[in-house]
């Protein structure tokens, strides 16, 4: 059986998104599939380049950490990947060769919409999107695909056989979310728990963000909806109010206020040691306390349900998580494990409540990483859905 994965991993080479994809191509090859990587965004398409701080044209550096990132996780991946950039040109397995994969595979999983459906890849008989960014791709991207012109949208979203979203809450009457007329499956990321593995905790609660994600403000109906920079502000002086320690991994070259949050208390990183391989990505959360994060802003205020793929890494190595909750806590169990908060107040007691009892939160941390977010269980609820 062959399946394909799709991901962002040349467009935006960091670790964590490696991870992102990475463990559901993991997954696959774990669920006895052939599996291949394809990342085909269209055009305009561009490639982040931490060196030089800029998205560009020449996938270079993209193309390279794609390799040892691929080489790093599966040997067999890493034979097994196909690049098409901004100019039309290829990289990997060619052109051909990726159009016959397709004909032939199971299913092509479409994460975050990592790809266009070019005609070649339509002959896939089970195309499944996995909508990761609900509120971006809802209010935004959907419609811009939507007002293209008909031959443009063959290739765009509405071609897939099933769609599934991060959006546990998606269609309550209190969501705006629009669904488009679409039946919408609710899914969760997964994670290969044989991967993170408990190391001796640090004293610090950390968390990975980007400030200021989306490039320009999401508008829906006169509501404006942001990203972390919206919600962070509210807990900035948790540091004030917990004798805990708190690490914030960020862009230091950013716009966002590192110098108040120092003087709060905050600890700073820069992403660029934390994310720059997905071995560094992964030895970073392990050595964390737990994590600690708000979450972007359009998640929260739509009261979408949607649960971040980051956190259930810190589940899988038995790290305690304390995060704002975007309505998830309707479907996933909290209280131990995972705590989460609406307020700083709430923050401080979350914490203030795992740290009386730090060793039974790190057993039920990984328990819940076994029970909910195991990439044979994740996985397999998808693929109960295909032909």
């Not at 990592?114 to 499944?128: A, P, T």
């Not at 979310?177 to 679409?182: K, Q, S």
């Not at 200021?212 to 509501?223: G, K, M, R």
């Amino acid at each position: 059986m062959k399946a394909i994965v799709t991901g962002t991993i040349v467009t935006s080479p960091v670790g964590g998104v490696a991870w992102d994809y990475g463990q559901y191509a993991l997954g696959l090859e774990q669920l006895g599939f052939e599996v291949y990587y394809l990342e085909d965004p269209g055009i305009p398409s561009y490639s982040y380049n931490p060196e030089t701080g800029v998205y560009e044209e020449d996938p270079s550096y993209g193309i390279e950490f794609l390799k040892r990132s691929l080489a790093l996780l599966s040997p067999t991946l890493a034979q097994r990947w196909h690049y098409r950039a901004v100019d039309g040109q290829t990289y990997g397995l060619d052109a051909e060769t990726m159009a016959e994969v397709a004909a032939e595979a199971t299913l092509l999983l479409n994460v975050s919409g990592g790809s266009v459906l070019r005609d070649e890849y339509l002959h896939c008989r089970n195309k499944i999107l996995i909508d990761t960014d609900p509120g971006w791709n809802h209010f935004v991207i959907f419609p811009q695909w939507d007002k293209q012109p008909i031959e443009q949208q063959r290739w765009g979203w509405r071609s897939h056989d099933l769609f599934f979203t991060y959006a546990l809450r998606l269609g309550q009457p209190d969501c705006p979310l629009p669904t488009f007329d679409i039946p919408w499956l609710p899914t969760r990321p997964p994670v290969l728990l044989d991967c993170w593995l408990a190391q001796l905790p640090a004293q610090q609660w950390t968390t990975v963000m980007t400030w200021n994600h989306y490039p320009q403000p999401i508008v829906h109906n006169s509501v404006r909806y942001g990203s972390k920079e919206l919600e962070f502000e509210q807990i900035e002086p948790l540091p004030t109010h917990s004798p805990a320690s708190f690490e914030v991994t960020i862009n230091v070259n950013g716009e966002a206020p590192l110098d108040r949050w120092r003087s709060l208390g905050w600890s700073v990183v820069d992403a660029e040691a934390t994310s720059a391989s997905v071995a560094l990505y992964r030895k970073y959360i392990e050595q964390s306390r737990g994590e600690f994060s708000v979450a972007k802003n359009v998640y929260v205020a739509t009261r979408c349900g949607w649960f971040s793929c980051r956190s259930v890494c810190y589940l899988a190595a038995g790290r305690p998580v304390v995060v704002q909750d975007t309505g998830f806590s309707k479907y996933i169990p909290t209280g131990f494990g995972l705590l989460t908060f609406t307020n700083l107040d709430e923050a401080v007691k979350a914490i203030e409540a795992i740290e009386r009892d730090y060793d039974t939160h790190q057993q039920a941390a990984r328990e819940l990483a076994r029970t909910w977010f195991d990439s044979r269980l994740v996985l397999g609820e998808i693929l109960e859905r295909i032909e």
